[in-house]
T-cell receptor, first 114, second 114 residues
Framework: AQKVTQAQTEISVVEKEDVTLDCVYE???????LFWYKQPPSGELVFLIR??????QNEISGRYSWNFQKSTSSFNFTITASQVVDSAVYFC???????????FGAGTILRVKS | NAGVTQTPKFQVLKTGQSMTLQCAQD?????MSWYRQDPGMGLRLIHY???????DQGEVPNGYNVSRSTTEDFPLRLLSAAPSQTSVYFC?????????????FGEGSRLTVL
């Protein structure tokens, strides 16, 4: 069975601080896909990144970066120089290679204070 | 493009009533799915479909029915509403090319069962 654990229920930081959101996953598949989604206070779900299990390169997109480590089954998300607009719930998710049946973690609430 | 459209956005039901949440997508995606979001539990898959005429159960299917008569539409039916079905429901669609693509979510439907 697949499982995603986001151990941090809630994180509060002050603007401009760096913050890392942890994601640990469990799967028996050798091929799988990992995702991060953002849910701002308005409630919609915004796609951030998709990564397959064969691509272990870290990725950077502006202030966002992702660290994928198969050895520890982790796919952590770092926001550099956080801003108030980053306040949201962030979900990590895992999928098998077919079917698009995502298994989501419980989410981490990020509060960025000015 | 409208993307994924869900209706209604809000609904209050009494225990035992039935209703249908509508979902339509205009991106010609093969995959469609329904998730429910409950506090502290992330999103959980209710039912999904890999194409017209094909549906299957997700993690929490009890009390819900789906059908997929067209590529565009994927309604979710609550047969006899229970307070435990109070939740926010998200419909999603996605493609499959070289692995699962990102899920495109609707805006969500907040359902309260009294």
């Amino acid at each position: 069975a697949q499982k995603v654990t986001q151990a941090q229920t809630e994180i509060s930081v002050v603007e401009k601080e760096d913050v890392t959101l942890d994601c640990v996953y469990e799967t028996r598949d050798t091929t799988y896909y990992l995702f991060w989604y953002k849910q701002p206070p308005s409630g919609e779900l915004v796609f951030l990144i998709r990564r397959n299990s064969f691509d272990e390169q870290n990725e950077i997109s502006g202030r966002y970066s992702w660290n994928f480590q198969k050895s520890t089954s982790s796919f952590n998300f770092t926001i550099t120089a956080s801003q108030v607009v980053d306040s949201a719930v962030y979900f990590c998710a895992l999928s098998q290679p077919y079917g698009n049946k995502l298994v989501f973690g419980a989410g981490t609430i990020l509060r960025v204070k000015s | 493009n409208a993307g994924v459209t869900q209706t209604p956005k809000f609904q209050v039901l009494k225990t035992g009533q039935s209703m249908t949440l509508q979902c339509a997508q205009d991106m010609n995606h093969e995959y469609m799915s329904w998730y429910r979001q409950d506090p502290g539990m992330g999103l959980r898959l209710i039912h999904y479909s890999v194409g017209a005429g094909i549906t299957d159960q997700g993690e929490v299917p009890n009390g819900y029915n789906v059908s997929r008569s067209t590529t565009e539409d994927f309604p979710l039916r609550l047969l006899s509403a229970a307070p435990s079905q109070t939740s926010v429901y998200f419909c999603a669609s996605s493609y499959q090319r070289g692995g699962p693509g990102e899920l495109f979510f609707g805006e969500g439907s907040r359902l309260t069962v009294l």
